[in-house]
């Protein structure tokens, strides 16, 4: 291929290398120069243009990448035309991509000219998802490299497979302790799993977290006509002989690999029953954040074996991510018992009560907030902070004499999450977390505070409490420190919620009775309905 500057008449027929824009003049690298290229660079002024030229025994960009695509090609793939040296693959349909990940790294050391690149082996693709490229790096390349890419390629290197498990079979076991929230949650998690590869939960068991009860559970499940079965243990598989593989084995199944060098992920377990694949699910699996488990779920929805080698290939490149229940290093060893403190939001401007602050309004003869605060004192979190913002020395006014810590926050017009940030950021660095009460909610008493604290426990992935009424969520949250960072991000008027959505496998919940927990005075009429409470009782 001849390369370099010549001028614009001796240009044509030859490719432009580089884009050129001069006045109204604008000429695209790649362009082949034809006579209106080379009348429009001349009357633009352009003395020289760098161009490119193919040479006998040279094959085009084009023609390169086209062929080349074409060979590397296999099942349910599809080559876009060929374009500036670049020929890209689409999926046709949803699947999971196999990749020949030896065979494309020697192609791409054939020449450097030639290049293939592709998307994550066994990564799920969705159709129309562009999964690989073929880019010629020149304009042209020799016709040796060409046909020694071509040559080299021994069949497909990249394809699709689609899915083809449609029912999957669902084991749930239960210990004491474990709520039915969770298992309801596990089955709308793995539904959404599932959804993109069109399988479905087709038979679902809950059984005790026993050896007999559970492989009868199971042995119903298959027969129920499932072509997968997933079982999601109330104690993660601690070793090849305990509940989940010897329930596998005693209908006859078989443990083909346990354990995984992936995390979160490194509980699962894979086996067999009569022909079928048997996941035994890590606990990350309840959660809808990937992990090793949507792995070897998607190769197994695609009828792809999932070897122990494929297992033990994962450890590099793999996952390793925090997991938010696990204990974390401290600056200092923890002490003994749990430092929770109290932190009380009183920094609104009260803009739905049409006028008067309702922190200050009296119920009983006490302003709102300081029962509030006084109910925080009368629980054990230690120490009590109490954020102000609105109002500041009348709010600290109705809370003298108590033994509170006054944090002001002077962006308290922006929204609750500027409250939120000022508040967490004072709290003494040997708090183990922080339990945050809204100003407003007067019938939260100090018992219902130690209930929630009683409930936080991080060993066993307690991390965020909170209290439920009849399955609605409530108020106040306890809060790891873990967490505190997070809250710190939090902007605007809308709190945390979305946190807790987010970390959701660290979430204990308190069930509760009353109302206290939902209900918060913003209005008026709110006002009067809890003073009539407060005042009869």
């Not at 002989?241 to 992936?262: K, N, Q, Y």
């Not at 907030?369 to 902070?385: G, K, N, Q, T, Y």
């Not at 999450?417 to 007067?442: E, R």
């Not at 209930?451 to 991390?463: E, I, Q, S, T, V």
Request: neutral net charge.
């Amino acid at each position: 291929m001849k390369f370099g500057a010549v001028a614009p008449a001796e240009a044509l027929g030859a490719t432009a290398v580089h884009s050129i824009r001069q006045g109204s003049l604008v000429l695209k690298k790649g362009t082949l120069i034809g006579a209106a290229e080379v009348a429009a660079l001349e009357a633009a002024g352009i003395r020289d243009i760098v161009v490119a030229r193919l040479e006998p025994g040279d094959v085009s960009e084009d023609v390169a990448a086209a062929e080349i695509a074409r060979k590397v090609t296999g099942e349910g793939v599809h080559v876009d035309r060929a374009f500036t040296g670049r020929a890209n693959l689409f999926a046709q349909s949803a699947g999971v991509l196999v990749v020949d990940r030896g065979a494309v790294d020697q192609l791409n050391r054939i020449d450097e000219a030639i290049t293939f690149a592709t998307l994550p082996a066994y990564k799920p693709v969705v159709a129309g998802e562009m999964i690989a490229t073929v880019k010629i790096i020149p304009f042209a390349v020799s016709e040796q490299a060409c046909h020694a890419a071509l040559a080299g390629v021994q069949g497909p290197l990249i394809r699709v497979a689609p899915y083809r498990i449609r029912k999957v079979g669902v084991v749930s076991t239960i210990l004491p302790g474990l709520s039915p929230k969770v298992i309801e949650k596990t089955l709308r998690v793995t539904t959404e799993r599932l959804a993109p590869a069109g399988a479905a939960i087709i038979a679902e068991r809950r059984v005790p977290h026993e050896r007999t009860a559970l492989a009868r559970a199971m042995d119903e499940v298959l027969k129920a006509g499932a072509e997968l079965a997933i079982v999601f243990g109330a104690s993660a598989i601690a070793d090849r002989r305990d509940v989940i593989p010897s329930a596998l084995e005693a209908i006859g199944g078989r443990v083909d690999h346990f354990g995984m060098p992936v995390d979160p992920g490194n509980l699962l377990m894979i086996g067999d029953a009569d022909g079928r694949p048997v996941l035994g699910a890590p606990g990350c699996a309840r959660s809808p954040k990937e992990n090793g488990f949507d792995w070897v779920l998607m190769r197994l929805l695609a009828g792809l074996p999932v070897e122990r080698e494929d297992i033990t290939a994962l450890g590099v490149g793999g996952l390793l991510m925090e997991i938010v229940t696990r204990p974390q290093p401290r600056d200092e060893p923890a002490k003994t018992g749990r430092n929770i403190a109290a932190l009380v939001l009183a920094a609104g401007r009260s803009s739905r009560m049409g006028g008067p602050n309702k922190l200050l309004e009296k119920i009983g003869g006490s302003p709102l907030v300081r029962i509030v605060v006084e109910a925080a004192l009368a629980s054990r979190a230690r120490p009590v902070l109490v954020v102000t913002g609105h109002q500041r020395e009348r709010v600290e006014a109705a809370l003298a004499g108590l033994p509170v810590t006054f944090v002001h926050n002077p962006h308290f017009a922006e929204g609750l999450g500027t409250s939120l940030k000022a508040g967490i950021a004072a709290l003494p660095a040997q708090a183990d977390g922080a339990v945050v009460c809204l100003g407003d909610m007067p019938q939260v008493d100090g018992a219902l505070i130690d209930r929630l604290l009683g409930a936080f426990d991080p060993d066993k992935g307690a991390l965020v409490v909170i209290p439920t009424i009849q399955g609605v969520r409530g108020n106040p949250v306890v809060w790891s420190r873990r967490f505190f960072p997070d809250l710190m991000a939090v902007e605007g008027d809308v709190g945390a919620r979305h946190l807790i959505g987010r970390y959701a496998e660290a979430v204990a919940e308190v069930p509760l009775s009353g109302k206290a927990a939902l209900t918060d005075v913003d209005t008026p009429e709110a006002l009067e309905a809890v003073k009539a409470e407060l005042e009869k009782a």
